[in-house]
């Protein structure tokens, strides 16, 4: 295809249809159709000889503007409710956090804290805030907003995006029983189960998204108040202080229940990002441009053709942001944006689905772009029911399938095959192996050679083309690898919270998006621990590992940056009556590191989607990665750039 005249969106699918239509045709029929259309392409392309690398080469705008299609227009500017594009984008131009993603090499980066550490057991973050750093009205950023902004965002309960990213600060309220994870329903649901595998906008605030809505109990519906036992008001004395804390004016301190080493590349995500003041102005779904920021571009204005954005001329590293204003051009479908790309009017088209066809015909341009996206597709067991119980049962399952005939199969190449939990590049060691001879040994071993007497699978997937087809394709593979039984029972995305509850399952479907590189907020946002609030003395941990190491709320050294660490030396003085919480599996299994799923097999990994895009020659720096966010403040676009002058052309 990179020879030959460019072809417009439509004339893709024109192709790709006739190509599916054909196939119905009788043979003698097909072959005329096809003899007379390889006559038709050949003559075309003789007379155009010329090859042309780009789906559109066009000139670059003569100013430095960058034109952005990245979705439909966003619901909110709020850093809370960023779920996903289109809305993470402009976040990530109108706030800075913490850190930043390195776009190239997905690595924190200094933002608004110019460095920051951490506690010998990695639960207590320290970060030094930049003292050049200001909103667009003028004062001064301070690690009073983020404390406050990170408390507001706690304190939304279902409304923030990503709740379960918070999951391990300290005094995070618990995520309510009947809120339905938000990798489920919203964002993991359409990227994983769809053959387009392009960036999923995720809707907020969906008031009727399905979630499961809560049964009154009795005593609700005779309007009386509930009794809780002893324990149960034992439990409601204990309060656990909220783990973030403003230690003078450019400290910043959080405390976590569970060790993590990658914290700094967790708060780069975008609703870690403060707001000004209370936040009020979000509550309304008037999209308002006059909202305070403190990034690299501020609001200027917000209409039907999109949102303008300018380079904010007080941002603390102005002189390294290159273009000066952004335009972000809102389209419907694929079709639109295609046609606004090859007319010149947009530098870059993402967050789009393509048909699989058209992606086959797009994939030979070289400003195509194709992404393995940090998304996971996988099967979860239940844990407590036999053989399940039995890890080599659950290896077995898990290295008997082949999932390379998935993804170049079921899924037409659309995703890359899943050989750990985390997209390549994380944890290289983790990876599980694909391997029938041992599958059939380890089920042996567990009282099941060649299968004999192995239970039928129970295995619930979504009620939709693709998962079926999958699903079909898995049990397949463990008839003919292990000589075992499936029954596949289709489920709408509204049950499967009912079924999970209550174990009725073997093993399940499931989809998370996966919005950091924080190996360990990852691994909790997959496997959904529980939180739980206890007294210091009732911990495995007590003493010796959970209260050992106490950080000083003094501030940072200027010079060194160093935390100051006090050791206690008398443990009597600890009070073993005050409160911490804990993170709990419901088989006491808890997986913090991918190395630890892969060898306890709590769930099998099947893919990881992809996103695709579509970004001009001239435009430089535009990264497009694993975690879908390429960074304005690294665009660079070279006006001097020009099509290569078509021979015949004047």
Same mark, same amino acid.
């Given at each position: 295809m990179k020879a030959g005249k460019t072809v417009n969106y439509k004339e893709i699918c024109a192709r790709a249809s006739l190509f599916s239509f054909s196939r119905s045709f009788p043979a003698f029929l097909r072959f005329s159709v096809f003899c007379s259309l390889f006559l038709f392409v050949s003559c075309s392309e003789l007379k155009k000889p010329v090859p042309e690398p780009f789906y559109a080469e066009t000139k670059p705008p003569q100013i430095k503007e960058f034109r952005w299609s990245n979705g439909k227009m966003p619901k909110s500017f709020d850093p809370a409710r960023a779920a996903a594009a289109p809305e993470t984008d402009i976040v990530?131009?109108?706030?800075?956090?913490?850190?930043?993603?390195?776009?190239?090499?997905?690595?924190?980066?200094?933002?608004?804290?110019?460095?920051?550490?951490?506690?010998?057991?990695?639960?207590?973050?320290?970060?030094?805030?930049?003292?050049?750093?200001?909103?667009?009205?003028?004062?001064?950023?301070?690690?009073?907003?983020?404390?406050?902004?990170?408390?507001?965002?706690?304190?939304?309960?279902?409304?923030?995006?990503?709740?379960?990213?918070?999951?391990?600060?300290?005094?995070?309220?618990?995520?309510?029983?009947?809120?339905?994870?938000?990798?489920?329903?919203?964002?993991?649901?359409?990227?994983?189960?769809?053959?387009?595998?392009?960036?999923?906008?995720?809707?907020?605030?969906?008031?009727?998204?399905?979630?499961?809505?809560?049964?009154?109990?009795?005593?609700?519906?005779?309007?009386?108040?509930?009794?809780?036992?002893?324990?149960?008001?034992?439990?409601?004395?204990?309060?656990?202080?909220?783990?973030?804390?403003?230690?003078?004016?450019?400290?910043?301190?959080?405390?976590?229940?569970?060790? !993590? *080493?990658?914290?700094? %590349?967790? /708060?780069?995500?975008?609703? #870690? &990002?403060?707001?000004?003041?209370? $936040?009020?102005?979000?509550?309304? !779904? *008037?999209?308002?441009? %006059?909202? /305070?920021?403190?990034?690299? #571009? &501020?609001?200027?204005?917000?209409? $039907?053709?999109?949102?303008?954005? !300018?380079?904010?001329?007080?941002?603390?590293?102005?002189?390294?942001?290159?273009?000066?204003?952004?335009?972000?051009?809102?389209?419907?479908?694929?079709?639109?944006?295609?046609?606004?790309?090859?007319?010149?009017?947009?530098?870059?088209?993402?967050?789009?689905?393509?048909?699989?066809?058209?992606?086959?015909?797009?994939?030979?341009?070289?400003?195509?772009?194709?992404?393995?996206?940090?998304?996971?597709?996988?099967?979860?067991?239940?844990?407590?029911?036999?053989?399940?119980?039995?890890?080599?049962?659950?290896?077995?399952?898990?290295?008997?399938?082949?999932?390379?005939?998935?993804?170049?199969?079921?899924?037409?190449?659309?995703?890359?095959?899943?050989?750990?939990?985390?997209?390549?590049?994380e944890n290289q060691k983790a990876k599980l192996v694909q391997d029938s001879e041992k599958a059939r040994q380890l089920l042996a071993e567990s009282g099941f050679p060649n299968g004999e007497n192995f239970p039928q699978v129970r295995l619930i997937v979504n009620r939709n083309d693709i998962q079926q087809r999958i699903a079909r394709s898995v049990a397949r593979m463990w008839k003919r690898n292990l000589n075992i039984d499936t029954e596949i029972i289709a489920k709408e995305a509204s049950e499967f919270e009912i079924v999970k509850k209550a174990g009725d399952f073997d093993i399940i479907r499931r989809g998370v998006v996966l919005p950091t590189i924080d190996e360990t907020a990852n691994m909790l946002t997959i496997f959904e621990p529980k939180k739980k609030i206890v007294k210091q003395s009732e911990t495995a941990e007590n003493l010796s590992q959970v209260n050992k190491i106490e950080t000083s709320t003094e501030p940072q050294s200027e010079t060194t940056g160093e935390t100051e660490v006090k050791i206690p030396t008398d443990e009597k003085a600890i009070d073993e009556n005050a409160a911490i919480e804990i993170l709990e599996s419901e088989d006491g299994m808890l997986f913090l590191t991918e190395a630890e799923a892969v060898s306890e097999f709590p769930a099998i990994p099947l893919y990881f989607p992809t996103s695709y895009s579509l970004v001009k020659p001239y435009i430089l720096g535009f990264e497009i990665n694993m975690l879908d966010a390429p960074l304005l403040k690294d665009i660079r676009i070279n006006n001097n750039w020009q099509p290569k002058e078509k021979k015949g052309e004047s």
């Open positions: 990530r131009a109108l706030f800075d956090g913490l850190t930043e993603t390195d776009s190239k090499t997905l690595k924190p980066i200094p933002a608004m804290a110019t460095e920051w550490s951490a506690s010998e057991d990695f639960k207590t973050w320290t970060f030094k805030l930049r003292r050049d750093a200001k909103w667009s009205n003028g004062k001064n950023v301070t690690a009073a907003d983020f404390a406050r902004s990170w408390k507001r965002l706690a304190d939304m309960s279902e409304q923030a995006a990503h709740r379960d990213l918070l999951q391990n600060i300290a005094g995070v309220p618990a995520k309510p029983e009947t809120e339905k994870p938000i990798s489920e329903e919203t964002g993991a649901e359409f990227l994983l189960n769809q053959l387009s595998f392009g960036k999923t906008p995720v809707p907020q605030n969906q008031a009727a998204s399905g979630k499961p809505s809560k049964t009154p109990t009795p005593a609700e519906q005779e309007n009386k108040p509930l009794e809780l036992d002893a324990n149960q008001k034992e439990e409601a004395k204990l309060e656990v202080k909220f783990g973030v804390e403003a230690v003078g004016d450019y400290i910043l301190k959080v405390s976590l229940i569970k060790a !993590d *080493k990658d914290f700094p %590349a967790l /708060v780069a995500h975008p609703i #870690f &990002r403060p707001v000004y003041g209370d $936040g009020k102005e979000y509550e309304t !779904d *008037k999209l308002n441009a %006059a909202i /305070v920021t403190n990034g690299a #571009f &501020r609001i200027t204005s917000v209409g $039907g053709d999109g949102i303008t954005l !300018d380079r904010f001329d007080d941002y603390w590293n102005r002189e390294k942001i290159e273009i000066e204003r952004v335009r972000f051009v809102p389209t419907e479908n694929a079709e639109t944006a295609l046609e606004l790309y090859r007319a010149g009017e947009i530098d870059a088209v993402t967050n789009v689905n393509f048909e699989p066809l058209v992606l086959k015909l797009l994939t030979s341009y070289d400003d195509f772009r194709r992404t393995t996206h940090s998304a996971l597709n996988f099967y979860e067991f239940n844990r407590k029911n036999a053989p399940f119980n039995d890890r080599r049962v659950r290896e077995a399952l898990a290295i008997s399938i082949e999932r390379e005939r998935l993804t170049e199969g079921d899924m037409e190449g659309a995703t890359e095959p899943a050989l750990g939990f985390l997209p390549a590049g």
